[in-house]
């Protein structure tokens, strides 16, 4: 975004803050080009790998070392999108701490806000571009970001050392909800800062709400959409659905009671407990991979409607305390 091409308080705030902007905008490109340098070497290694004619599974004599170096550059590869996905998802509480800290909260601390309101921009217009620049900023890098963590953890599926969809690391990085989080954030910044007007304070208020935010999501995530379920009969092997995030797991009568996870746990004949009580067949309620995009959707949905409302009251705040 030029400075250049805005006019009036949204281009007073990319100016103040540019180095900032620029920053950032250095540190997610370096990223992206570190994922991608990544997966280079580990398709690079799988490549040099398939040409030895040792395989992972039945490693024969002399095929140690080449096998412990491939599956050495995988892990390393897995473990890059561990720390990619933790950062994304520590992402949205920087927005919110810059909002509710540099951009927002210092101006109403140190008092220079009446300087931009002396020259013709009300109080609204103010805090608008205020959120304006680092909102479309944020849609933005994050959509960005969240496309290209999507792209490497589809190339990992591959490998031998996946990872799962549900965890939270990475159902976090991928998707419309790092964009959801990261636009509530700075709703809440925008909002601690008009109630406190004080910076450290502000920013302290925005972490927390943050991480009560995402304790919340992780607690109530697998009841935003309905579970399927699946049975299997009592003495038949019970095998866990493939890809799939296992909510719970116990036992069912014939007539489809479910029993109490600790009815027989501490019998000493855990079959004949069973037999007594009915049980026929042994259940498993689980999200398949299928459900990924309802779940981010639902969740997606209920941060911008609290994103919205943090706004509406940062408003109704500032309107009330200055007119």
């Known amino acids: 975004m030029s400075a250049l091409a805005l006019r009036g308080p949204a281009r007073v705030v990319v100016l103040q803050h540019r180095r ?28 040099t ?65 009446r300087l931009s309101w002396s020259q013709s921009v009300t109080p609204t217009r103010w805090l608008a571009a205020k959120l304006a620049v680092p909102a479309v900023l944020t849609v933005a890098g994050v959509s960005v970001l969240s496309a290209v ?27 419309p909800a790092p964009v ?21 304070p502000a920013m302290a208020v925005t972490a927390v709400a943050y991480a009560a935010v995402v304790l919340v999501m992780n607690s109530v995530r697998s009841g935003l ?14 095998r866990y659905p493939s890809e799939a995030s296992d909510v719970s797991v116990g036992w069912m ?7 109490d996870d600790a009815t027989c746990v501490s019998a000493g004949d855990f079959d004949g407990c069973m037999a007594r009580h009915g049980a026929a067949a042994q259940y498993v309620d689980y999200h398949p991979a299928s459900h990924f995009w309802p779940l981010q959707l639902i969740e997606t949905g209920i941060l911008l409607v609290l994103a919205a ?4 009251v940062a408003f109704r705040v500032l309107r009330r305390s200055h007119g």
Do not use: K
């Not at 990223?31 to 280079?40: K, N, S, Y």
């Not at 409302?309 to 509406?312: D, E, H, I, N, P």
């Open 20 to 47: 900032v902007l620029w920053i950032t905008g250095a540190l997610a490109l370096a990223g992206m080009a570190l994922v991608a340098v990544a997966w280079w070497v580990t398709s690079t290694a799988a490549t």
């Open 49 to 113: 790998f398939s040409g030895t004619g040792c395989s992972v599974r039945h490693t024969v004599h002399g095929c140690g070392i080449p096998v412990r170096h491939f599956l050495s550059v995988e892990l390393h590869f897995n473990h890059l999108l561990g720390y990619a996905g933790v950062a994304m998802m520590i992402l949205p509480a920087v927005v919110g701490l810059f909002v509710a800290g540099p951009m927002i909260g210092r101006e109403l601390e140190d008092g220079t806000y």
């Open 149 to 175: 963590y999507a792209w490497a953890w589809s190339r990992a599926r591959g490998t031998n050392y996946p990872v799962q969809w549900f965890e939270p690391q990475v159902y976090g990085a991928m998707g």
């Open 180 to 200: 959801g989080y990261a636009l509530l954030c700075l709703a809440l910044g925008a909002l601690a800062a008009v109630l406190i007007r004080r910076t450290l």
């Open 225 to 238: 959409w309905p579970m399927r379920t699946d049975t299997t009969a009592l003495g038949r092997e019970f």
């Open 253 to 259: 009568t014939g007539g489809g009671t479910r029993l």
């Open 309 to 312: 409302a943090a706004v509406a």
